[in-house]
């Protein structure tokens, strides 16, 4: 069976555009476009097979299926040919049971699906690996792409300067200058990619690099190329696969620019337009106060406005006029949405909350805790229900955040968890002291 997929415009306008051409919006509205799949074609095997061929594939060696993200290829791209895949095994990453920290909530079913352990630490692996593989197809085609560019608060960059360098593409980013963790500003430096620290803000950068990518050549790397929101949709596959094809009650996300959920809820409504499952899960979009206005509009019945985003120690989604917002809007009302919020209070102890229990978490995943802890506290989210908490990045990249909280450096934040090393002579009394002195305190 032939599988096909197109962009079409999300406002339904009619028509469909190739994949192989670059074009971001709607030349009828200049809406945002998604990649729509050949449902008919994809129904040739029942949810069974399909379940059982990704199954087979998961994390095995035969080329390109065994990352998570191609052994679900017929989903994703399926005109991509092997050969110009860009790869390096995304997907796969851990989804373990929160027992302790869910224990402290009084939840019995608390899950966190740790995206940020990937090859370059954040979930945006998932979306790149697909948009540059198309890149690199183009070009071997003998399209004409001189560089492909993007916008970033700092994990789009460096995810991808890492897969263009992998397919042997130029990379240009633009990064709000001193916006961005230091572990995420070097990552596209030590992979080769223009990087281009603008005076501005992200919403600055993402105004340019959308002018940019207008000009012959310059092909956009951004979430609002739908191409990677085809990459992200397979965590929501791999999700359920992972709890033996099981959906979740709520899923739980912290969100900016609004194209990784958008992507969730497309993943999960395909697995149910193909029988894979019979319901949808809950799912829960939390935001930084500091730039809050997705939550803004859920207070107004989904009255969007722009704001001007202010700092947030989840500095990547520190985001104003979030790109993918009316996608972010039609899928949270298909799944029940809710938006929370989290200062920076809030963010940073639901991180180091949750660190107590062994985790090591980013800020953007304390936004998301800190969500979870509120919900439960009103209520919202039962005892028993099954919660899946997306984690989007791996706290090994802000490690300023973390140093910040634990010597009392945050602005607008009193630890309550700090946690500081205990420097001492070579001396043994002195640590059978320090010891005890501890026991003492526990
Ligand atoms: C770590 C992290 N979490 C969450 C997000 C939010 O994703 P989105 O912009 O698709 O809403 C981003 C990217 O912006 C991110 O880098
Ligand atoms: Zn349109």
């Known amino acids: ?136 197809q183009i070009i071997q085609d003998g399209g004409n792409i001189r560089a492909v560019a993007c916008a970033s608060t700092g994990d789009t960059s460096a995810s991808l300067a890492a897969y263009a360098a992998a397919g042997d593409i130029p990379a240009i980013v633009l990064l709000p200058r001193g916006k961005v963790s230091t572990a995420q500003l070097l990552q596209p430096v030590a992979n080769g990619a223009l990087v281009l620290a603008l005076d501005t803000d992200f919403d600055g950068c993402m105004a340019i690099v959308q002018r940019l990518s207008q000009d012959d050549g310059i092909y956009l790397a951004n979430s609002m190329n739908s191409l990677r929101l085809e990459g992200q949709k397979t965590v929501a596959v791999e999700i359920v696969q992972q709890l033996d094809w099981q959906i979740p009650d709520v899923v739980i996300i912290p969100g900016g620019n609004l ?83 989290a200062t920076e209070a809030e963010l940073a102890e639901a991180s180091a909350r949750a660190d107590r229990t062994g985790m090591y978490n980013c800020p953007h995943t304390g936004v998301a805790l800190a969500a979870l802890i509120k919900l439960r506290e009103r209520g919202l989210i039962d005892a028993s229900s099954r919660v899946v908490v997306v984690s989007t990045a791996s706290g090994l990249k802000f490690t300023d955040f973390k140093l910040g909280y634990h010597e009392d450096g945050l602005p607008g934040v009193t630890p309550e968890h700090a946690n500081t090393p205990v420097e001492l002579p070579n001396d043994y009394d002195s640590v059978r002291k320090a010891i005890d002195q501890h026991a003492g305190a526990h």
């Open 259 to 341: 194209g990784n959920v958008s992507a969730l809820g497309a993943g999960f409504e395909l697995m149910a337009e193909l029988g894979l499952i019979d319901k949808q899960p809950q799912i829960v979009v939390a935001q930084a106060a500091a730039a809050n206005p997705l939550y803004l509009a859920y207070t107004r019945g989904w009255e969007f406005e722009a704001v001007a985003a202010q700092p947030t120690q989840a500095s990547a989604i520190q985001i104003g006029n979030p790109v993918s917002v009316q996608k972010a809007i039609r899928t949270l009302k298909r799944h029940h949405g809710i938006v929370e919020q």
């Open 1 to 136: 069976m032939a599988y096909r997929a197109v962009f079409r415009c999300i406002a339904g306008c009619p028509g469909e555009h190739s994949l192989w051409t670059p074009i971001y919006r709607c030349p009828t509205c200049g809406d945002l476009l998604e990649v729509c799949h050949d449902l008919g074609a994809l129904k040739d095997r029942s949810a069974i097979a399909w379940m059982r061929l990704f199954d087979e594939r998961y994390k095995r060696t035969t080329w390109p299926y065994g990352s998570s993200v191609w052994g679900k290829k017929e989903w994703v791209c399926p005109d991509v040919r092997d050969e110009a895949v860009v790869s390096m095994d995304e997907g796969g990453s851990n989804l373990f049971w929160a027992e302790r920290f869910g224990r402290d909530l009084g939840m019995q079913d608390l899950w966190v699906k740790l995206c940020g352990n990937s090859h370059t630490g954040s979930f945006k692996d998932l979306g790149m690996t697909v948009l540059v593989s198309v890149v690199r």
